[in-house]
């Protein structure tokens, strides 16, 4: 069913035209993410405002003023914001109904708009996991000196409802992609910039807002599988496309300016796809199976007997038989047992007991995974 219904998909291809409509094209449930990076209404008047701003050298700051940044007929403020909660409430409910319901989705945006895409977000019924700072590295300055520079942009990543218990997180190959340290919601990462930034033939940006590759690679390699189908409802020049491909995720690009979508095309063919080795990240405990104590007593990889200690040998247990530990007055698991050596509430046994070899201690756990790389499910 699941092979069935991927078939239906347009994979790896730019869909132009609205992307509700669009949207609408595509089966309930059918897509694994949604990367969205919707406009900002940051409703900047062409002839004026945005043309008022100036660097030092008296250069024209390009501001994002293209009519696909503009809501409502101009009259009103207040009539820019309803339009632009109608539009974001109709794209979002599209991107609920075609997410799975193991999927989720991740939104950017600035101050202008990220506050009421967060709004549309929750009274649709999604589910907000994080919010994620993107801290650039090198901002563009405040010229005018009225206002703090802007350095960030924010992104929310959000599940499909209340009630998933289910979703993509990789949590171990994001520390891993971070010098074994925890992944933090703050992500320090420069601007899109150098031979990155897509220009046209008169030297112009080819898009006012294209985001780092960086920014998507860590989105993608965190939270889906290669595999997986990953939507862009506002294409652009294509970053999510390429960094799918170069990641073996699939994508769909739905955008409704062709000219950035044939930007997009010639970007993503030329990005070679990796082979499918380099592309496995590491995988968290979790999603390992379960190897009980039981089976490396069994093995005979740790004798009936055997004395377990902690790392710095103030506790001590016998192993028996039936893989369960005896210390002073009391006997269970190997994860009872060390949370009671220790007068906690709980204990993760394998990284807490540890055998001699050699005068050395050596975590229980080398056993676990040992016996997890016999059954070919090791990383």
């Known amino acids: ?73 101009g009259i009103s403020t207040a009539e820019s914001f309803a339009d632009y909660d109608r539009f974001t409430r109709a794209w979002l409910a599209e991107a609920r109904r075609i997410l799975k319901d193991t999927g989720a989705i991740w939104v950017i945006g600035s101050y202008h708009n990220i506050f009421r895409v967060g709004t549309a977000l929750q009274d649709l019924g999604f589910w907000m996991l994080n919010d994620v700072i993107w801290r650039k590295a090198n901002p563009m300055p405040n010229f005018r000196g009225r206002r703090f520079t802007n350095a960030h942009e924010t992104l929310i990543w959000a599940a499909r409802n209340e009630a998933q218990k289910t979703y993509t997180f990789n949590y171990d190959a994001l520390k891993s992609l971070n010098d074994d340290l925890q992944m933090r919601s703050d992500w320090h990462l420069p601007i899109c910039g150098g031979g990155e930034r897509l220009k046209g033939d008169d030297g112009a940006k080819a898009h006012p807002t294209q985001k780092p590759e960086a920014l998507l690679y860590r989105v993608l390699v965190g939270c889906s599988h290669p595999g997986d189908v990953v939507v862009d409802p506002f294409f652009g020049t294509g970053t999510t496309g390429a960094v799918a491909k170069r990641l073996g995720r699939h994508f769909i690009g739905l955008e409704r300016d062709e000219t950035y979508a044939a930007v997009a095309r010639a970007r993503i063919a030329a990005v070679a796809c990796m082979e499918e080795a380099p592309l496995s990240v590491t995988k968290s405990k979790r999603e390992e199976p379960r190897i009980p104590f039981g089976q490396v007593v069994e093995r005979g990889l740790i004798s009936p007997g055997t004395k377990l200690y902690d790392q710095r040998r103030r506790f001590v247990a016998r192993v028996r038989a039936d893989g369960s530990l005896v210390a002073n007055d009391a006997t269970g698991s190997i994860h009872r047992i060390g949370a009671h050596v220790q007068g906690a509430p709980a204990c993760n046994g394998w990284t807490f007991w540890h055998f001699e070899d050699k005068g050395m201690l050596v975590p229980i756990d080398f056993y676990r995974s040992r016996l997890r790389a016999e059954l070919g499910t090791s990383h």
């Open 1 to 73: 069913m699941a092979q069935d219904r991927i078939q239906e998909l347009p994979l790896d291809q730019i869909l132009v035209g609205d992307c509700i409509e669009l949207m609408r094209s595509l089966p309930d449930k059918s897509v694994d993410l949604v990367f969205a990076d919707p406009p900002y209404n940051l409703m900047l008047d062409k002839g004026t405002r945005a043309g008022q701003l100036r660097r030092p050298d008296q250069s024209v700051v390009d501001g994002v003023d293209d009519e696909w940044d503009r809501f409502g007929s």
